[in-house]
């Protein structure tokens, strides 16, 4: 506030849009407004804007491969693309040096961009927005407002000044979990952190963890993620439907990197004695005991980074993982009859305790029916979450290439593209319903009677 407000004004006489304008340099990436502090084009991690940049306007390609109605919507975008990124790789460190000693604005001015980079730029968002043109398109006509901040310091300033101007973020971001945090929105615009938390103590906020740290392209699947979930939430426009928003935003990222070896972000990774909504952000289930579900034990984030649901084959998705794990639950389940479902194999997955214990989770994991099943003990939440991401990711990448059983995957492409919109235009309707309309079977059943997340277990138990 004191660096970047008018003397003595308050949160609500400082908007964000006026320190923006003040001390950061905004570029207009397409659907996508990309605000950097300016002190940043002068550091020695200057590149990573370059880095930040690519990444989101590799995310459009894919959102445009996924959901351009013609060959010709695909070939305009690409072709406004290509002109942006050339522009980007032409870049240098001297240029963006000049920007860091001038005043905060639009990045076209500050770097005298020519007017063919402005006018491809420009024609990106309305494309991404036609819906004669695009299969799927964002709810809100508008740009998408992305800020990033370099270190852990001025991500968590972005928290303070957040709760000063919105008392929605004051109540959900004001707590110690938050330093663990790499994301949070403020009113409609993304706040994306550029580091890790260094996961030790560190009141001051002066360390951070590279995100390349674990991974050497760690930054740009983060940042391609962050950009997708921001989309995805512009296009959905609810907050009922997180195999959709989360598991597909990692699904994307696999699409546009090849992987997805990152920390997910809203204070996912913490101790913070969460209730059951924030649970249900990440796993599906629900308290069987009622009330307050008990804190989420807080790990290292290379604990994460070395799950067992992470691994691969080929294509980055995790398969391999679940049909490991698929094949231990289904061992460990045929040993209990009392167990539901002990005689399906298909349906059981094992999960493990940090300190070496195992147990099974049964199906179904997805919609209604899966918050009939309770939640597992606190010390296998963590393995849990880890589960729940691989199996979205995976799910939905047979679902958009199988359909319903006898579809080719051009039809069944058609469909995913049907379930998605109808779910953006039509809040009204639930991801079940949605499913059992556009596939003519339900996404899943508690029983295992039918449904196409049945489908996936046997397909998955025969790969």
Known sequence: ?????????????????????????????????????????????????????????????????????????????????????????GWSKGDLKKVSKGEGGSLFDLMEAGEGVREASARLAPMIYDEETMAVTPQFIQDIRMVFCPTRLSFMEMVGY??????????????????????????????????????????????????????????????????????????????????????????????????????????????????TAPYERFVPGGNSNGGTLPAIPAIGFDSIQESH????????????????????????????????????????????????????VTAPFLGQPATQRPYPEPEYLNDYREFFRSYQACFLDWLRNTGSEGDSEEVARGKFQQLLSKLSLEREVNLDNAVQEIYQEPLTTLDGSAGLEWRFLTWLEDQ
């Open 162 to 275: 957040g709760g000063m101007v919105s008392p929605a973020v004051r109540q959900s971001a004001w707590h110690s979990g938050t330093a663990e945090w790499t994301q949070l929105w403020i009113d409609q615009t993304m706040v994306v952190a550029l580091e890790y938390s260094p996961w030790t103590d560190d009141p001051k906020f002066q360390l951070g963890m590279s995100m390349n740290k674990f991974d050497k392209q760690g930054q740009r699947q983060f940042v391609v993620q962050q950009a997708a979930a921001a989309l995805l939430t512009k296009t959905l426009n609810r907050m009922d439907l997180p195999l959709l928003d989360k598991g597909l935003a990692v699904h994307m990222t696999i699409a546009v990197c090849g992987a997805a070896n990152t920390i997910d972000g809203e204070g996912s990774i913490s101790s913070t004695g969460a209730t």
């Open 309 to 360: 649901w992470r691994k691969t084959k080929s294509g980055g998705l995790f398969f391999a993982a679940l049909e490991a794990g698929q094949k231990q639950g289904g061992k460990r389940a045929k040993k209990d009859n009392k167990r539901d479902l002990f005689k399906r194999p298909e349906a059981h997955f094992e999960l493990t305790s940090p300190t070496g214990k195992h147990i099974a």
């Open 1 to 89: 506030m004191k660096e970047n407000c008018p003397e003595g004004s308050g949160g609500a006489a400082c908007p964000l849009e006026d320190v923006l304008a003040r001390r950061y340099a905004t570029l207009r990436a397409g659907a996508f407004d990309l605000s950097f502090p300016l002190d940043f084009f002068g550091d020695k991690r200057s590149g990573e804007i370059e880095v930040v940049v690519q990444a989101v306007l590799d995310l459009q390609g894919e959102w445009f491969k996924r959901f351009a109605r013609e060959p010709a919507t695909l070939e305009a975008a690409q072709k406004d693309m290509l002109v942006l990124t050339d522009w980007v790789d």
